[in-house]
């Protein structure tokens, strides 16, 4: 019950500090800054390639197997807390990826479907690394997370 109280507070946080930071951004001029978005267009493809690197040699070097699912085993798995971190790396990926993009001042709504694509692309590539991995699979529910 704890864990669960400690998770919420923390959402609770992050949305008042969003809210904080997008107030300071609306105050920008609404043209594209060429120099930030030439920052993200190439610091951010080299940091996800960097860290699916990592990842690739780190998370997934065991003997790969065919893709099969695990959605059985998932549920009982260190009692959900995976679907919290999935829900809660996917809903930073989006958020950072959003703000990053509203700090080039690109238009909000733009910023928040490329976040949020952004953020189901990163998930889908993860869940497809998992789903040749004997110890996972392929989890439909951690795609919902």
Sequence with gaps: MRT???AVLLLFSCNVFAQQQTQALEDT???IHKTRAIILATTVPVTI??????LNNVWWTENQIGFHFSDTLDWKYALQLDKAG???SSMLTADVMSGMLRWS??????SLWIGAGSSILLSTIVEFK????PW??????????
């Design 4 to 6: 669960w109280l400690y």
């Design 29 to 31: 001029s609404q043209r």
């Design 136 to 145: 996972w699979g392929f989890s439909v529910s951690d795609m919902g997370a």
């Design 86 to 88: 999935h829900f809660w």
């Design 130 to 133: 998992d789903a040749y991995s």
């Design 49 to 54: 390639t960097g860290v699916a690197i990592y």
């Design 105 to 110: 001042a690109f238009p909000e709504k733009k």
